[in-house]
C-alpha cells in the first residue's frame, strides 16, 4: 500500500519510516566523477540487473517529465532534489506501490528507498535489503572487508544505510523543545530536520529524525538504537501534550475547530498555511476532538496540496495564486468529506 | 492574550501545572517557553546529553585537530581517478572506490572522528562466493581492553569458548570503568564490540552467505 494513502503502526504521532541503501559499482567514478558516457552505461547495467530479477519496477525517465512531475515525486519522497540537480544521466526505477524507489546516478550510483506508513523500520529495512541483495549477486560492487560498501561521501560508509522516521510533534514544538532535541539527538549521532528534509526549517510541526552513523554499528543494532530514541519521543510528546493541552482544554478543542473551519472555508491558501492547521487537525485526529477525519486521510492531503503534485494533477504549470486557489479547492472538498462522514 | 512573562508577544502556549493539588494555567509565548525547563524533558537532556559529541564534515575539516591533517597526507593521491588527499579534505567526498585503499593510512583518523568505529560490522557482500580465508592463528594471550577493544571476527572465533567468554566480560568490565569515569564514548563502543562477540557467537557461520 502506497505510504501516504494510508497510516501505520503508531501512525497517530509517526507519518512515516523511510529507509535508504547506497550501494556503487566498482570499476566507474562515484556519481559526480561520471563521464555521460560512463553514466550511460552504468545506468543500462543497472536497469538490466533489476529488470533480470523478475521484480516488476516502472522505469521512470525523469528527462521526459515536466518539471511538475518532477517535483511531486520529490515531494512523494520518491527522489530526493539532488537526483535533479546530477549533470549526468540519471534514472528511477519504481516498485508498482511506491515504496521501493531505486534511484540511479545520484552521489551514490544506486539508492535504494523504502518507505513505510508509520513506525515500520525493520520491515522497510528488509524490503530495501532484499533489494539490495538481487543487486549485489548480480553485479560488482565496490566492498570492502575493513570498510563494508564504499560510498562517495565517509558519512555512509559502512552499511550505506540511512533510517529515518517522520514524527507528529506539536507540543514540543509549541513548548520550543525541537531545538533541544535537535542538539542533543546529533550528540547521539542522529539528526533532527524538517519536513522537506536537510536544511528545512520545522513545518506543520513535523520532524524527521534520522542516523548519522554508517560505520561501527551493524543495521540491526542501528534499527533498534533509532527505534528506541523513537519510542522516547513518543513519551515525551505525549508528556508535553498532557501539559500542553490536555484533551479536555476547551482552548485545544479551540484550535482544531478554527484548523476545520479555515480549511473548510479557505478560497485562497498557501502551503505553509495549510500545513499548519493540518497539524493542528491531526491533533484533533489525535486526541479524538475531529470526528470523520483520519491520520491517513491527513498524510495523503499532504501530499495532494504540494505545488508540484497540484500542478502534475492540473496537467500544467499553475501560478503561485492558482496554486493557491486549487489547494483550497482540494482541502474544503476534504473538510466538507469528513464533516459528512461524521455526520452518518 | 500576552504572554504572562514577556507581556509582549502572543501567547500561544497553555501550561497547566498541579500543585498541591491546585490547578493553575500558564500563558506564555513560544519563545519565553523553550526558555523554560519543564521538569520531564530537563531529566531526559541530561541523560541524552551524557554521550560524547560527534563532529559533521564541516565542523570537522576546518576543526583544530584536522589541521595537520592535510600536511600528514600530503603527497596521497588516488592512482585511479587521481584525487588528492587534500582535495578529498575539502569536498569531503571519495573520487571512485579506489581511494578508500589509496588514502587508508589517514583514513582510522578520519572516520574515527566522524563514525562509531572504524571497522565494517555490517552484514556481508550478498553473492560472494566464500573466500574461506585461512583463521589466523589464535591469540598467545588477549589483548588489554586499554589497547583494543576490536578483534577481527575470525580472530575472535578462533578463542577456545573459555577465552571469548573471558574477552567478553573483559570488555564489561571496560564498559563499566569507562561509566564510571563518565567516559561514555568509550562506554558505547565497549558495548558495540560485546554486541559484536555475542553475534558472532550466536552465528558461528557469519560470513558464509544465507540466501535472501
Same mark, same amino acid.
Given at each position: 500500500?502506497?505510504w501516504?494513502?494510508?497510516?501505520?503502526?503508531?501512525?497517530?504521532?509517526?507519518?512515516?519510516?523511510?529507509?535508504?541503501?547506497?550501494?556503487?559499482?566498482?570499476?566507474?567514478?562515484?556519481?559526480?566523477?561520471?563521464?555521460?558516457?560512463?553514466?550511460?552505461?552504468?545506468?543500462?547495467?543497472?536497469?538490466?540487473?533489476?529488470?533480470?530479477?523478475?521484480?516488476?519496477?516502472?522505469?521512470?525517465?525523469?528527462?521526459?517529465l515536466?518539471?511538475?512531475?518532477?517535483?511531486?515525486?520529490?515531494?512523494?519522497?520518491?527522489?530526493?532534489?539532488?537526483?535533479?540537480?546530477?549533470?549526468?544521466?540519471?534514472?528511477?526505477?519504481?516498485?508498482?506501490?511506491?515504496?521501493?524507489?531505486i534511484?540511479?546516478?545520484?552521489?551514490?550510483?544506486i539508492?535504494?528507498?523504502?518507505?513505510?506508513?508509520?513506525?515500520?523500520?525493520?520491515?522497510?529495512?528488509?524490503?530495501?535489503?532484499?533489494?539490495?541483495?538481487?543487486?549485489?549477486?548480480?553485479?560488482?560492487?565496490?566492498?570492502?572487508?575493513r570498510?563494508?560498501?564504499?560510498?562517495?561521501?565517509?558519512?555512509?560508509?559502512?552499511?550505506?544505510?540511512?533510517?529515518?522516521?517522520?514524527?507528529?510533534?506539536?507540543?514540543?514544538?509549541?513548548?520550543?523543545?525541537?531545538?533541544?532535541?535537535?542538539?542533543?539527538?546529533?550528540?547521539?549521532?542522529?539528526?533532527?530536520?524538517?519536513?522537506?528534509?536537510?536544511?528545512?526549517?520545522?513545518?506543520g510541526?513535523?520532524?524527521?529524525i534520522?542516523?548519522?552513523?554508517?560505520?561501527?554499528?551493524?543495521?540491526r543494532d542501528?534499527?533498534?538504537?533509532?527505534?528506541?530514541?523513537?519510542?522516547?519521543?513518543?513519551?515525551?510528546?505525549?508528556?508535553?501534550?498532557?501539559?500542553?493541552?490536555?484533551?479536555?482544554d476547551?482552548?485545544?478543542?479551540?484550535?482544531?475547530?478554527?484548523?476545520?473551519?479555515?480549511?473548510?472555508?479557505?478560497?485562497?491558501?498557501?502551503?505553509?498555511?495549510?500545513?499548519?492547521?493540518?497539524?493542528?487537525?491531526?491533533?484533533?485526529?489525535?486526541?479524538?476532538?475531529?470526528?470523520g477525519?483520519?491520520?491517513?486521510?491527513?498524510?495523503?492531503?499532504?501530499?495532494?496540496?504540494?505545488?508540484?503534485t497540484?500542478?502534475?494533477?492540473?496537467?500544467?504549470?499553475?501560478?503561485?495564486?492558482?496554486?493557491?486557489?486549487?489547494?483550497?479547492?482540494?482541502?474544503?472538498n476534504?473538510?466538507?468529506?469528513?464533516?459528512?462522514?461524521?455526520?452518518? | 492574550?500576552?504572554?504572562?512573562?514577556?507581556?509582549?508577544?502572543?501567547?500561544?502556549?497553555?501550561?497547566?501545572? @498541579?500543585?498541591? +493539588?491546585? =490547578?493553575? !494555567?500558564?500563558h506564555?509565548?513560544?519563545?519565553?517557553? #523553550?526558555?523554560? &525547563?519543564?521538569? %520531564?524533558?530537563?531529566?531526559?537532556?541530561?541523560?541524552?546529553?551524557?554521550?560524547?559529541?560527534?563532529?559533521?564534515?564541516?565542523?570537522?575539516?576546518?576543526?583544530?585537530?584536522?589541521?595537520?591533517?592535510?600536511?600528514?597526507?600530503?603527497g596521497?593521491?588516488?592512482?585511479?581517478?587521481?584525487?588528492?588527499?587534500?582535495?578529498?579534505?575539502?569536498?569531503?567526498?571519495?573520487?571512485?572506490?579506489?581511494?578508500y585503499?589509496?588514502?587508508?593510512?589517514?583514513?582510522?583518523?578520519?572516520?574515527?572522528? @566522524?563514525?562509531? +568505529?572504524? =571497522?565494517? !560490522?555490517?552484514?556481508?557482500?550478498?553473492?560472494?562466493? #566464500?573466500?574461506? &580465508?585461512?583463521? %589466523?592463528?589464535?591469540?598467545?594471550?588477549?589483548?588489554?581492553?586499554?589497547?583494543?577493544?576490536?578483534?577481527?571476527?575470525?580472530?575472535?572465533?578462533?578463542?577456545?569458548?573459555?577465552?571469548?567468554?573471558?574477552?567478553?566480560?573483559?570488555?564489561?568490565?571496560?564498559?563499566?570503568?569507562?561509566?564510571?569515569?563518565?567516559?561514555?564514548?568509550?562506554?558505547?563502543?565497549?558495548?558495540?564490540?560485546?554486541?559484536?562477540?555475542?553475534?558472532?557467537?550466536?552465528?558461528?557461520?557469519?560470513g558464509?552467505?544465507?540466501?535472501?
Amino acid at each position: 500500500m502506497t505510504w501516504y494513502l494510508t497510516s501505520g503502526p503508531e501512525g497517530d504521532l509517526i507519518v512515516s519510516s523511510r529507509i535508504r541503501l547506497a550501494r556503487n559499482l566498482k570499476d566507474y567514478p562515484f556519481g559526480a566523477r561520471l563521464t555521460p558516457e560512463q553514466g550511460t552505461e552504468l545506468l543500462e547495467r543497472i536497469r538490466g540487473a533489476c529488470r533480470a530479477s523478475g521484480d516488476d519496477y516502472l522505469d521512470v525517465h525523469l528527462e521526459d517529465l515536466s518539471p511538475q512531475e518532477q517535483l511531486s515525486l520529490v515531494e512523494r519522497r520518491l527522489i530526493s532534489p539532488e537526483l535533479l540537480e546530477q549533470p549526468n544521466p540519471v534514472g528511477l526505477l519504481l516498485g508498482r506501490d511506491e515504496s521501493i524507489a531505486i534511484m540511479l546516478g545520484e552521489e551514490d550510483h544506486i539508492r535504494i528507498q523504502s518507505m513505510r506508513a508509520g513506525l515500520d523500520l525493520v520491515p522497510a529495512w528488509e524490503a530495501a535489503d532484499a533489494v539490495a541483495r538481487i543487486i549485489e549477486s548480480r553485479l560488482p560492487i565496490a566492498w570492502s572487508e575493513r570498510y563494508g560498501f564504499l560510498t562517495a561521501c565517509p558519512t555512509n560508509v559502512g552499511t550505506g544505510l540511512r533510517a529515518s522516521v517522520m514524527m507528529h510533534l506539536p507540543a514540543l514544538t509549541r513548548l520550543g523543545q525541537i531545538e533541544a532535541l535537535s542538539r542533543n539527538l546529533s550528540k547521539l549521532g542522529f539528526t533532527v530536520r524538517g519536513y522537506h528534509g536537510e536544511h528545512s526549517r520545522t513545518q506543520g510541526c513535523l520532524v524527521q529524525i534520522s542516523n548519522q552513523l554508517t560505520l561501527g554499528i551493524g543495521e540491526r543494532d542501528l534499527l533498534s538504537d533509532l527505534g528506541q530514541i523513537v519510542e522516547q519521543m513518543l513519551q515525551l510528546e505525549r508528556r508535553a501534550r498532557e501539559q500542553a493541552f490536555g484533551s479536555d482544554d476547551i482552548r485545544t478543542a479551540d484550535r482544531v475547530q478554527r484548523a476545520i473551519g479555515i480549511l473548510g472555508h479557505a478560497r485562497l491558501i498557501t502551503s505553509e498555511e495549510a500545513l499548519d492547521l493540518l497539524s493542528d487537525l491531526r491533533l484533533g485526529v489525535e486526541l479524538g476532538l475531529a470526528p470523520g477525519f483520519s491520520a491517513a486521510q491527513i498524510n495523503s492531503l499532504m501530499i495532494q496540496i504540494e505545488p508540484g503534485t497540484l500542478q502534475k494533477s492540473a496537467g500544467r504549470p499553475l501560478e503561485a495564486p492558482e496554486r493557491d486557489c486549487r489547494r483550497a479547492d482540494i482541502l474544503r472538498n476534504a473538510i466538507a468529506a469528513g464533516r459528512s462522514a461524521a455526520a452518518t | 492574550m500576552n504572554c504572562e512573562r514577556c507581556q509582549r508577544n502572543e501567547a500561544s502556549v497553555f501550561i497547566t501545572q @498541579i500543585e498541591n +493539588g491546585k =490547578r493553575s !494555567v500558564m500563558h506564555l509565548c513560544s519563545d519565553c517557553a #523553550s526558555k523554560l &525547563t519543564i521538569s %520531564p524533558f530537563k531529566a531526559l537532556w541530561q541523560q541524552l546529553a551524557a554521550n560524547a559529541p560527534l563532529g559533521l564534515w564541516k565542523s570537522l575539516a576546518t576543526s583544530p585537530q584536522m589541521q595537520g591533517e592535510a600536511a600528514a597526507g600530503a603527497g596521497l593521491a588516488c592512482p585511479d581517478c587521481g584525487l588528492s588527499y587534500a582535495e578529498f579534505l575539502r569536498s569531503g567526498k571519495f573520487g571512485c572506490s579506489t581511494c578508500y585503499k589509496a588514502f587508508e593510512s589517514r583514513l582510522d583518523t578520519i572516520l574515527g572522528r @566522524i563514525q562509531r +568505529g572504524t =571497522r565494517y !560490522v555490517g552484514r556481508p557482500l550478498a553473492g560472494r562466493q #566464500s573466500t574461506a &580465508t585461512p583463521c %589466523p592463528p589464535p591469540p598467545a594471550a588477549l589483548p588489554d581492553t586499554s589497547e583494543t577493544l576490536d578483534l577481527e571476527p575470525a580472530c575472535f572465533l578462533s578463542l577456545a569458548p573459555e577465552q571469548q567468554t573471558a574477552w567478553i566480560s573483559a570488555l564489561r568490565d571496560a564498559q563499566n570503568e569507562a561509566v564510571a569515569i563518565e567516559d561514555y564514548e568509550r562506554a558505547a563502543r565497549c558495548r558495540d564490540a560485546i554486541r559484536r562477540c555475542l553475534a558472532l557467537q550466536a552465528e558461528p557461520a557469519a560470513g558464509e552467505e544465507v540466501s535472501p
